[in-house]
């Protein structure tokens, strides 16, 4: 259930229609929509609205207003109905009907259309806050954007919507799993009560819903809640005599419920909202996470927590704590749980990247703070809403309004189960120890590192400084793997691990030898080779004897054009752009960087190519930019420029094998402003980069803001395949720590 409205990105659920109305006048119609408004059904209104527009169709409003409290009412297509028609009419009169037209596209499905409804959108609108309204729409674009790319990526998932016995015909919603019972919301006769029901077989068979021995002692407008782990203590939101919603205690003594006790007021702030409380026990502590309106909130509702301690006998919490801009955006954060399962935060939002209006979104705990928030998918998330991610026995449970043609009724929520996969721990572990010692004594300062092996490649997914106590590895199911182990005085060791058809779980002890190396009295010079020497060769070095780039992709030394897709083809496009910044069209060698002649800004240096793959038949994809921009989830002018020396880089790869085609995704849409760099390390991995198209002004390859790299990272993960990148530090060209995906470079990965 969704508790207010703060804007139209998040819209109030109504909980009946309504009779239908005996009248047949349509200014009486009129005035029952504007009563039912008045008393926020808004259902109703959309209902009584569009009869009356039925009966008296040159009033044009009428379909507007039926449109827009459909639209409220989250009923999208009877939304998209009435608004196409007002649309029709070529008006602006009415309030963003453009902006309403295109999120009832987009919450059915519509992209393409909603994507081109934003545009005209933003190209036509003029009125009141027209930037603000503007930049939403943008958001929305990148919003359709993802949505087919999403759908299109759809996982096979074991989704299920629960049977009647727990959705019926009104709102279901607020799941709770505890000790095998399932607790939910229910609207059943237009008051939301909490139930109850056992599985009583597979996930089909449920016992009757029982209603909550604790209702009695709630008596308002109730919205869901969260239990204790030892189901003592029930924490849930109903409204104050404010009318705001609140969060209050139920204590189970004696196996009696207590009467609802308020939280404390710095909780409950009397003019704000404070809901969709959710519990859990940490270390002796109890840790409340709710979402709340409060001052200090990043847009409408944000995600906030609090703590005391469990023993405790008062419900004193601790001041309430932002959960920051990892987490919360501009528009609002709903129905938190923490899962100490996947010590990550499961949440829903629209301000986020989101197919629908509400998606569902989880940020991984760091222990200090948060990464990135990741959109969870299709099928779990639609064109409509989700939110009440919570987790079973097993599976998962959540909420959605999505329309199910006859299974469910538009626009109400019901409960879907989402069976989880066969949990099967693998695991690789042993000592290093030399092969000349007979007692077989660990060493240490030996580096791992572990690639996960596809039919063309293989990426690096750990690497480590391995200590005296050996190795230990987690492995995924189905999958190969290469070990590579290296250490100062021995030979490099290599194995092969496969995961293949196993059942079960297991533990594998493998210690390995290590041979000593054979001494070398000297290692040989490195001689810098570039495979830019096939475009601009070596002895074009300084500007006196810059090259000039011949207009057409050819080798310099035969005249022949390079074949379309060929890996020549593509480092003459890279170093064209190069050239493209000199007046005279030429570039030079200095220090094995490649440079336009002066007069020109310093590009991005190419000083480590693509490795050399073989020619594609294929002609490339096109660059071609798919949306105006990315959406700006963190806000850079709050940030100053790094120190001179220091730049950050987003890493979204590191492996064995370079291949253009798999990093075509990089370069398409808002991410083609941006450049592959490449980064070539011990045993020959090529780690792949993401930069800016220019040198910095201190000389520096990368952003100077960390909120511009999180920014493209942010769409990185939630947009391409590469959902593992992060942002690293450079410092004076060497790398500083682990790599991180939030704002505090302390919450490394």
């Known amino acids: 259930m969704i508790l207010r409205t703060t804007s139209i990105f998040l819209l109030l659920l109504c909980l009946g229609w309504g009779s239908l109305s005996a009248q047949t006048n349509w200014k009486d119609l009129k005035k029952e929509a504007e009563a039912a408004a008045a008393d926020r059904d808004f259902a109703l209104a959309g209902v009584r609205y569009g009869q009356a527009f039925e009966l008296k169709r040159s009033q044009m409003e009428l379909a507007y207003l039926a449109g827009d409290y459909f ?50 959108f933003i190209g036509q609108y003029d009125g009141p806050q027209a930037d603000y309204w503007k930049e939403r729409a943008s958001h929305e674009i990148d919003g359709c954007q993802f949505g087919i790319k999403a759908a299109e990526q759809a996982k096979e998932l074991p989704l299920q919507l629960l049977s009647s016995q727990i959705n019926g015909e009104k709102n279901e919603f607020a799941p709770i799993w505890l000790n095998g019972q399932l607790y939910f919301s229910s609207s059943r006769d237009r008051k939301t009560v909490l139930y109850s029901s056992e599985k009583t077989g597979n996930i089909d068979s449920w016992s009757k819903a029982a209603p909550f021995a604790g209702n ?39 196996g009696r419920w207590s009467n609802p006790i308020p939280l404390p007021i710095y909780i409950n702030e009397s003019a704000y909202n404070s809901s969709y409380p959710f519990v859990v026990e940490q270390d002796g502590k109890e840790i409340l996470y709710f979402a709340s309106d409060r001052p200090g909130s990043k847009g409408g509702y944000d995600i906030w927590r609090s703590i005391r301690q469990a023993e405790s006998k008062s419900f004193n919490f601790s001041l309430p704590q932002n959960l920051g801009p990892n987490i919360n955006t501009f528009a609002d954060e709903l129905s938190p749980y923490y899962s100490e399962k996947d010590q990550a935060l499961y949440f829903s939002s629209n301000g986020h990247l989101s197919a629908g209006g509400l998606d569902l979104f989880k940020a991984q705990s760091t222990g200090k703070g ?13 064109p409509a809403d989700e939110l009440y991610y919570t987790e079973g026995a097993k599976g998962s449970f959540f909420v959605s309004n999505r329309s199910i043609e006859g299974q469910t009724a538009p626009a109400n929520e019901n409960i879907y189960y989402l069976g989880a996969a066969k949990n099967i721990e693998l695991k690789v572990e042993g000592i290093i120890y030399a092969e000349s010692d007979p007692k077989k004594e660990p060493i240490a300062d030996v580096q791992i590192q572990l690639f996960e092996q596809t039919a063309d490649n293989e990426e690096l997914v750990y690497s480590a400084k391995l200590g005296l106590q050996g190795y230990s590895i987690s492995l995924e199911a189905n999958k190969r793997y290469l070990v ?30 290590l041979r000593a190396a054979e001494l070398v009295t000297q290692a040989p010079k490195k001689e810098f080779k570039s495979p830019f020497f096939a475009i601009v060769p070596q002895e074009y070095t300084g500007e006196e004897k810059a090259f000039e780039l011949p207009k057409r992709a050819e080798d310099p ?13 593509e480092l003459y496009e890279r170093v064209a752009k190069i050239a493209a910044r000199s007046p005279s069209n030429k570039v030079y060698w200095a220090k094995n960087n490649l440079l336009p002649l002066k007069g020109e800004e310093e590009p991005i240096v ?9 020619p594609k038949e294929e002609a490339p994809k096109s660059n071609k930019k798919l949306g105006k921009g990315l959406h700006k989830h963190y806000d850079e002018s709050q940030e100053d420029a790094a120190e001179e020396g220091v730049s950050y880089v987003i890493q979204v790869s590191a492996v064995r094998r370079y291949k253009a085609a798999k990093y075509e995704e990089l370069q398409e849409g808002p991410l083609g402003d941006y450049e592959l760099s490449f980064e070539t390390i011990e045993l020959n991995i090529t780690r792949v980069l993401v930069v800016p198209p220019r040198r910095n002004i201190d000389g520096s390859i990368g952003f100077k803001k960390k909120t511009e790299a999180l920014n493209i990272l942010y769409h990185i993960i939630n947009s391409t395949q590469f959902t593992k990148a992060f942002v690293i530090e450079y410092k004076d060209g060497e790398r500083v720590g682990k790599g991180f995906r939030g704002l505090s470079q302390d919450d490394e990965i």
Do not use: C, H
């Open 216 to 254: 009695a002692k709630i008596n308002g407008d109730f919205a869901g809640g969260s239990f204790t782990a030892d189901g003592r203590r029930f924490y849930f939101s109903m409204k104050n005599k404010e009318g705001k919603y609140a969060i209050y205690l139920l204590v189970q003594e004696s």
């Open 71 to 120: 639209l409220k009412a989250r009923d999208y297509p009877q939304a998209l109905k009435y608004l196409v028609i007002a649309k029709a009419e070529d008006k602006n009169d009415y309030e963003l009907l453009g902006l309403k037209y295109a999120l009832a596209l987009k919450q059915t499905g519509e992209y393409k259309q909603a994507e081109s409804a934003f545009r005209q």
């Open 606 to 614: 190419a000083n480590t190519p693509p490795p050399k793959e073989e």
């Open 557 to 569: 030394k035969t005249g022949k054009a390079y074949p379309a897709g060929s890996t020549e083809a």
């Open 370 to 382: 948060w990464e990135l928030a990741q959109n969870l998918g299709f099928p779990i998330n639609s």
């Open 484 to 513: 590579i182990l290296t250490a100062e005085g021995y030979q490099t060791a290599s194995f092969e691990l496969a995961t293949l058809d196993i059942k079960r779980s297991e533990t594998q002890n493998n210690p390995i030898a």
